[in-house]
T-cell receptor, first 114, second 109 residues
Framework: NAGVTQTPKFQVLKTGQSMTLQCAQD?????MSWYRQDPGMGLRLIHY???????DQGEVPNGYNVSRSTTEDFPLRLLSAAPSQTSVYFC?????????????FGSGTRLTVV | KQEVTQIPAALSVPEGENLVLNCSFT??????LQWFRQDPGKGLTSLLL?????REQTSGRLNASLDKSSGRSTLYIAASQPGDSATYLC????????FGAGTRLTVKP
């Protein structure tokens, strides 16, 4: 059971470039989410999804786009990368949103925008 | 909006000491509270999940408590070891997880 898989593990982008961070889970979880982690600020929610075809914004959604066409996959798109998006990105999943279920996290993607 | 605070931000103790990490939250209407461990450059590993109806959870040398009325949770680590050195994060779940900034623990041999 692989859990939550994120690719790539590391990425360097130039300002203005676009890219997609991949996230896949094999636990048949309804709920998936993206967080960014910055020094001294903890993890902040970017976007989340409660099922295929349903997404919503979190705390810091600007500059990011998501879609969810299948239960398993929840990619995060950076349309025009900015240095402020340099961060570590984590994907997480849970059986359902809220309702007392714990979260499982991927191993993260470390992104540097120069 | 849920705000989660962890104190202290960093802690250094000698091996063998018992220690307590603190987590406070502003919105008591949480479904659960989860403690994670994060090693440098790595992802988050779940340590303990406490449901809103529970007072504590135990796993080995770890014990986590939850007091919703006061908005507090503690993580107790018994007989600390150098391998316990990591950053410990707590997160309150009100539909979405809100994280504290973490406590960086160093256990010295």
């Amino acid at each position: 059971n692989a859990g939550v898989t994120q690719t790539p593990k590391f990425q360097v982008l130039k300002t203005g470039q676009s890219m997609t961070l991949q996230c896949a889970q094999d636990m048949n979880h309804e709920y998936m989410s993206w967080y960014r982690q910055d020094p001294g600020m903890g993890l902040r929610l970017i976007h989340y999804s409660v099922g295929a075809g349903i997404t919503d914004q979190g705390e810091v959604p600007n500059g990011y786009n998501v879609s969810r066409s299948t239960t398993e996959d929840f990619p995060l798109r950076l349309l025009s990368a900015a240095p402020s998006q340099t961060s570590v990105y984590f994907c997480a999943s849970s059986y359902k949103r809220g309702a007392g279920y714990g979260y499982t996290f991927g191993s993260g993607t470390r992104l540097t925008v120069v | 909006k849920q705000e989660v605070t962890q104190i202290p931000a960093a802690l250094s103790v000698p091996e063998g000491e018992n220690l307590v990490l603190n987590c406070s939250f502003t919105d008591s209407a949480i479904y659960n509270l989860q403690w994670f461990r994060q090693d440098p450059g790595k992802g988050l590993t779940s340590l303990l999940l406490i449901q809103s109806s529970q007072r504590e959870q135990t796993s080995g040398r770890l014990n986590a408590s939850l007091d919703k009325s006061s908005g507090r949770s503690t993580l107790y680590i018994a007989a600390s070891q150098p391998g316990d050195s990591a950053t410990y994060l707590c997160a309150g779940n009100n539909n979405d997880m809100r994280f504290g900034a973490g406590t960086r623990l160093t256990v010295k041999p």
